[in-house]
């Protein structure tokens, strides 16, 4: 960004250092031993000798720092600068190549040898100007093959279309009638249903009349059986009475009483005989007063329920795993791509006959940067001929390191040199990865556009770029070189009461020539402008009507 001076009383304290430590280390030195008057022999210092040259040493030390930065005590006048309120710019230089925007490349329309190719790589056409043109003797060949199969491929998606079309409305017959029968069947149910409750109810009643009947069967039944024994008994003694009346003869005065007795029996036993008919026929009307039917009827109607339940969960299956035969959107979109292909396989002779003629155009003013037709060559459909590129949409292709990236920002404003024109552009994309570049470095990939184009721009040349990074209007400045640094921060030199301060200070953008002060001085502060290397922090001076206390303390 810019470059920054050292503290050189720090330099001047390190020289003092290295002069005493160089006369502690006097004692290791050898001399030659010049009165023995023999060559190469050499003999330690005598120790007598070593303090006072020590003692010399010291003295030219610290004159030497004296000379560096405190010669006097006395005041001295020194340069300085006022801290002013500037328009500041902050800009990157880098190199890029010049590239369009704009790039078509032209295939060849039909099957047929080039007759003239009136172009070159390199040449500036217009739109509208001819390039290629073509032989259309041989265009007549396979076209009636073409025709047929382009009608056998209508024909057959047409077919593939109406199946399903037919196929979908059989099914959708199918299961308009399938959920018929299930609304039909869902409304018997609910019928049955309503019979079934209807039964359950008149069994439950007839129930209760059943529950009375039996207690009163259960009477009569003992009644009968009562009547029963009751003849049995009077049965037995009328046969007694009988045996004894067939024993007696009937003059005998006790036979005319047996003989009463017994008509009497018969009388009682004609009496209860008659007495159980009575019971038996209370008996059986009793037993007739069932439920009438309701039982069966009931059973018969649960029967059916599950049977038209079960239809119903059989339609319903069959109604959830129905096929569906209507043709898939890629079914569609292959049937169409077969249409198309047929189509283009079926150019008429009068289409490519016309395509032929009309050769190959350009379509916008620039330049022609790539040639593969040669004239005489066969040109086959959808081959490549040649490439056409746009000299009026151009923009510079960027590859900036890595390190740098934050001098790329979407937007900001550059200048763009390219041979003896500059240009204005606009920075229109910057890449989101860095990628080794042919030095295997990496680098991100950046591309500015071209605002104001002409027709001087060359494609594929280098252009010097400058992009404006950051830009300040009316900011508190300094020039770059009154700026140092050390590894407490950066700081300025500044008098304070006739004395040198250092006033760290924190650094914005900066340009060529001067630095953005965020914080540290404010407008109208002077600072020391000497860059000799003599100033030092604590030394007496005066400068130019330095102000004492300007210092920003926010």
């Given amino acids: 960004m810019f470059k920054k001076k050292k503290d050189k009383s720090e330099e001047a304290d390190l020289q003092t250092q290295e002069s005493v430590k160089d006369a502690e280390d006097l004692e290791s030195f050898e001399v030659l031993d010049a009165m023995e008057g023999t060559a190469g022999k050499k003999k330690k210092l005598p120790s007598w000798a070593i303090i006072p040259v020590i003692g010399v040493l010291v003295i030219i030390g610290v004159a030497g720092y004296l000379a560096s930065g405190h010669k006097s005590e006395k005041s001295s006048q020194i340069d300085t600068v006022k801290a002013k309120k500037e328009d500041i710019k902050q800009v990157y230089n880098t190199n890029g190549t010049v590239g369009s925007e704009k790039e078509k490349v032209f295939y060849s329309p039909v099957n047929a040898p080039i007759d003239q190719c009136n172009i070159k790589a390199g040449q500036a056409v217009k739109a509208g100007d001819m390039m290629v043109t073509f032989d259309t003797t041989n265009l007549e060949r396979d076209n009636q093959q073409s025709e047929m199969n382009t009608l056998s491929a209508k024909y057959s998606s047409q077919d593939a279309i109406e199946q399903s079309g037919r196929a979908a409305q059989t099914q959708a017959q199918t299961q308009a009638q399938t959920e018929a029968g299930i609304k039909s069947l869902k409304d018997q149910i609910q019928q049955k249903q309503a019979e079934i409750d209807s039964l359950t109810q008149a069994a439950q009643s007839a129930g209760s009349a059943a529950a009375a009947n039996a207690q009163k069967a259960a009477e009569l039944k003992g009644e009968m059986q009562k009547n029963l024994d009751a003849q049995d008994t009077k049965k037995a003694k009328l046969e007694n009475l009988q045996r004894e009346l067939d024993g007696m003869d009937s003059n005998n005065p006790g036979y005319s009483g047996k003989l009463d007795e017994a008509n009497t029996l018969t009388n009682e036993i004609a009496d209860l005989s008659t007495k ?16 009438g039917g309701m039982s069966e009827a009931l059973m018969q109607a649960q029967s059916e329920l599950e049977t038209l339940k079960s239809s119903l969960s059989e339609m319903e299956n069959s109604q959830g795993v129905s096929t569906d035969t209507s043709l898939t959107g890629a079914q569609l979109s292959g049937l169409k791509i077969t249409e198309n292909l047929a189509e283009l396989a079926q150019m008429t002779t009068e289409e490519l006959l016309a395509k032929g003629r009309e050769g190959l155009k350009a379509e916008f003013d620039g330049i022609i940067s790539d040639v593969k037709a040669l004239e005489g060559n066969e040109a086959a459909q959808g081959m490549e001929l040649f490439t056409l590129v746009d000299n009026k949409n ?17 937007g900001s404003k550059a200048v763009i040199k390219i041979g003896r024109s500059s240009y204005k552009g606009t920075v229109e994309s910057v890449d989101k990865i860095a990628l080794p570049n ?11 556009h071209i605002d104001n184009p002409d027709d001087e721009i060359v494609i594929g040349v280098t252009g010097k770029v400058t992009i404006t990074v950051a830009e300040k209007k009316n900011t508190v400045c300094l020039p770059n070189e009154v700026v140092n640094t050390s590894t407490e921060g950066d700081f300025v030199y500044i008098i304070r009461d006739g004395i040198v301060k250092k006033q760290f200070v924190e650094l914005g953008i900066a340009s ?10 404010k407008e109208g502060t002077e600072v020391v402008s000497d860059t000799s290397g003599s100033i030092k922090e604590g030394m007496q001076a005066s400068g130019g009507g330095a102000q004492t206390d300007a210092t920003d303390k926010e």
Avoid: H, M
Wanted: charged share 25%.
């Fill in 512 to 521: 060529n020539s001067k630095v953005e002060i965020v914080k540290g001085i």
């Fill in 438 to 448: 042919e030095k295997g470095n990496p680098a991100i990939g950046a591309k500015i």
């Fill in 276 to 291: 159980y008919r009575a019971l038996e026929q209370q008996y059986n009307s009793i037993g007739a007063t069932d439920d």
């Fill in 394 to 410: 151009v923009n510079v292709i960027l590859e900036v390191p890595a390190n740098d990236f934050d001098n790329l920002a979407i």
